[in-house]
């Protein structure tokens, strides 16, 4: 498998773009410098997810990095329970509040179904765009967006950012390099009980609101999907048993590698890796769930032996994506992530509706180039740095 790399190529951007004149300056060794501004970050959307990315901007804001801008809530009975645990917190009432404001980037934290149209108005607006997974309701929806942010010089990045975990990118490193042989088979699993404060997350359907998770990452570690087959069944505790709560989904990779993700609205609990990668000369576990990395396992044949790494950044943050985002804003390079790959997984999600429904094989058309994750010696780090687990290792040193 060949891996592109925009790496070199941000990297001379990024100088470029820190040498450039921007609107704050400070003094370096008697010369003025230039340093760009904080990026303003709208929100639309007040749910239990807005929270984990404020946490996001709490760590970019004493560094100057970004602050956030208006939130958009849309039922007034909810402001304030959002001031009283964040006082101060700039309030609007609709979506049109938030993307007609002074903001560069919005984050869109809505219901799936409204996630396109949002998006769309966003992008339409001149922000830079990042929404929350599913990116859109279909493979067509989703390449108008696409096509929409290329026309405006906009970004889109779309959920989830699991590929950014430093623990997942050094797990990517040693499945590229082949430290595990040629990968056959690779296992996924990701559940969790059902929702209690909205029904919109199960009525997509376990594969867009959990198996996406693990889509993301085996799509990164093993390339495109070439076809799917899919089951589903109801436990009958949601929606008096009409909607799926449990997916199994077998995908078969363009290299010939076969993939299996188990996803549910009913999984208590559960206590194995949340990946397994099986090669022709070893395994390769990632410990936690994708999200939320714990570190990795290598199995080497000849070695008979397992070698266990602990996370390289146990503080990180599976809102990364907007770290990334505005970073490369204001770094002037492109993002971390591949709208491409997220456009594949819309299709591999609708190809898993489709073969779950009519019980058939479903081939899958689309293509992406991986992005090389391999870590930068910087970005390695070393546990020895993280001596305070509540903050990230940049802020340590």
Do not use: C
């Amino acid at each position: 498998m060949n891996y592109r790399s925009n790496r070199a190529l941000a990297g001379r951007i990024a100088l470029a773009a820190r040498s450039a004149s921007g609107p704050y300056s400070r003094r370096v060794g008697g010369a003025e410098a230039k340093r760009p501004a904080p990026v303003r970050v709208g929100f639309i959307g007040a749910g239990s997810v807005l929270w984990a990315y404020l946490q996001m901007i709490d760590r970019l804001a004493p560094r100057g990095i970004a602050v956030a801008g208006p939130i958009g809530a849309r039922r007034r009975e909810i402001w304030d329970r959002v001031l009283a645990l964040r006082p101060g917190a700039e309030l609007v009432a609709t979506a049109e509040e938030v993307v007609g404001s002074d903001v560069d980037v919005v984050v869109i934290l809505t219901p799936a179904s409204s996630h396109a149209e949002i998006a769309r108005m966003t992008l339409e607006h001149g922000k830079h765009v990042l929404v929350e997974k599913p990116f859109a309701g279909s493979p067509t929806e989703g390449a108008e967006l696409a096509e929409l942010a290329r026309a405006r010089d906009r970004h889109l990045v779309a959920a989830p950012f699991v590929h950014l975990a430093p623990t997942f990118r050094a797990l990517w490193s040693a499945i590229t390099d082949g430290a595990i042989g040629s990968v056959h088979t690779a296992r996924g699993l990701y559940g969790a009980p059902r929702p209690d404060w909205n029904t919109w997350m199960y009525e997509e359907g376990p594969p867009a609101d959990l198996g996406i998770y693990n889509l993301k990452s085996l799509t990164t570690l093993l390339g495109p999907v070439a076809e799917v087959v899919a089951a589903e069944t109801s436990t009958g505790s949601s929606d008096a048993g009409r909607v799926p709560d449990v997916t199994h989904l077998i995908a078969r990779h363009e290299t010939g590698a076969l993939s299996s993700v188990v996803a549910g609205w009913e999984i208590h609990a559960y206590r194995r890796p949340g990946l397994e990668l099986y090669g022709t000369e070893g395994t390769a576990n990632l410990v936690g769930d994708d999200w939320d990395p714990r570190g990795y396992q290598i199995f080497r044949a000849e070695e008979r032996s397992w070698r266990e790494i602990d996370s390289l950044d146990p503080t990180w943050l599976w809102t990364d994506g907007l770290r990334d985002l505005v970073v490369a804003i204001r770094e002037g390079r492109a993002p971390i992530a591949s709208i491409e790959q997220d456009l594949h997984l819309l299709e591999v999600l609708a190809a898993a509706r489709r073969s779950a429904s009519e019980r058939v094989a479903v081939p899958v058309m689309s293509r992406f180039d991986p992005i090389d994750l391999r870590l930068e010696p910087a970005e390695r780090g070393s546990s020895g740095q993280i001596h305070d687990h509540t903050r990230s290792p940049d802020e340590q040193r």
